[in-house]
């Protein structure tokens, strides 16, 4: 077996199962999971529809580059939504997918295994797929704390001029998850030029990109970054998206990657032996999902509710900030953020997530302590309920 694997620490579910061991909670109110970043609105009929009326593509392999109907849609959707004038869907986009196995593959094509040391890094608190791609690519992670002093954005001056010699790729989240902050655009400045000094490549995690508040102010991409500072060509920049949270169906799998052409050549020829092409019917519904923008209104629209209500109710016992962006609250706990979700879980049956469980230990301290994350994916009147809930545990802590 691959002795990396040794390494990998469960995940962070895994650890909340175990924190729950021999708990019993209360089963007279009925229960509410707010602990995983999974979509619960509707798949747009749509979308649906599309996928039933392309089941006999079944009959065919499909390529692992994808459909041209479904690589044009994805970038008449990017230049739409990230005012580029122009990418290229024959040799800067592929699709996945969904995000996640991408962020996983890319660092197995991009790590150089002969290279000594080689360093990924990542923020912390993060996304776990990260520091297993960088593990299992044979790489060291290394991590960048995002702090609330900080307004939880990247200080590149906690890694030292040796450990960015040694960085061959960066993972970034923006929205970020778990904090829901947005890197803007001097934060891009100086990552670029810290990519042009040491030679590594940028992973820029957006899947979260849809989820905001201001329709006239959507978050900034790294493409779009890239594009206004110059960059032309992307380089040693590739951008992951996916229709998870976008258009509700985190069960097609469905995303995709774009930027430097010359990186995804190499992915692609990965990829091609990787055996993760979409299946035709998957591909037709991509296409009409990314060709539409009504129903990501709308989906917006649920979620503004929600946040609007939740933080209106939370605000009365907890110290509580609205996000950039996203879907998750990240909250300071009154007492450790294992007991406190324990016992919301226990008295309350409302689940939450520890944020220590998405941190590491780093530069002497685990970031995510004491902090829960709370993905506000239930129903409007459920989040509402759940809100409630934790306000009478904060008060029995009190």
């Known amino acids: 077996m691959n002795p ?41 009929d749509f979308i649906r529809h599309a996928m039933i009326d392309n089941l006999d593509g079944l009959s065919t392999y499909p390529t692992t580059q994808g459909t041209p109907a479904l690589r044009n849609s994805i970038a008449a959707w990017i230049r739409r939504r990230f005012n580029l004038p122009g990418i290229n869907p024959d040799t800067e986009i592929i699709p996945v997918n969904g995000s996640r196995e991408a962020l996983f593959s890319f660092a197995q094509a991009v790590i150089d295994p002969s290279a000594n040391h080689s360093a990924v890094v990542c923020p912390n608190p993060f996304y776990q797929i990260y520091e297993g791609a960088a593990l299992l690519a044979g790489a060291t992670p290394y991590f960048i704390n995002t702090l609330p002093e900080n307004r939880f954005r990247l200080d590149y001056s906690q890694l030292t001029g040796t450990v960015w010699s040694r960085t061959q790729l960066i993972y970034v989240c923006s929205p970020n998850n778990p904090t829901g902050g947005v890197m803007e655009l001097d934060e891009w400045r100086e990552l670029f030029a810290l990519s042009d000094r040491y ?28 594009q206004r500072l110059g960059r032309s060509g992307f380089p040693r920049l590739v951008v992951f998206n996916s229709l998870s949270k976008r258009s509700n169906v985190p069960g097609l799998r469905s995303g995709y990657v774009a930027g430097d052409a010359t990186l995804l050549e190499k992915f692609l020829l990965y990829r091609t032996y990787h055996g993760s092409a979409m299946n035709p019917a998957a591909q037709a519904a991509s296409a009409a999902a990314w060709s539409d923008e009504t129903h990501v209104v709308e989906n917006r629209r649920l979620y503004a509710q929600k946040f609007s209500s939740s933080i209106a109710l939370l605000s009365d016992t907890m110290a509580v900030q609205m996000p950039d962006a996203g879907f998750y609250l990240w909250i300071k706990t009154p007492v450790s953020d294992t007991e406190f979700t324990k016992r919301l879980y226990q008295d309350y049956n409302v689940t939450v997530l520890p944020g220590s469980y998405l941190a590491r230990d780093a530069h002497g301290m685990n970031p995510g302590k004491d902090y829960v994350r709370i993905a506000l994916v239930a129903s409007p009147q459920e989040c509402v309920e759940a809100m409630n809930r934790i306000n009478s545990l904060v008060i029995q802590l009190s």
Do not use: M, W
Request: charged residues 20%; glycine residues 6%; proline residues 10%.
């Open 4 to 44: 990396n694997l040794s390494q990998l620490q469960p995940y962070p579910f895994q650890k909340l199962r175990q924190l729950f061991e021999g708990v019993i909670r209360n089963t007279v109110l009925h229960p509410i999971d707010l602990q995983i970043g999974e979509p619960k609105h509707a798949t747009p």
């Open 199 to 226: 030679g590594f490549v940028i992973a820029s995690d957006e899947c979260y990109s849809e989820i905001y508040f201001d329709e006239k102010n959507p978050p900034l991409g790294a493409l779009d970054a890239a």
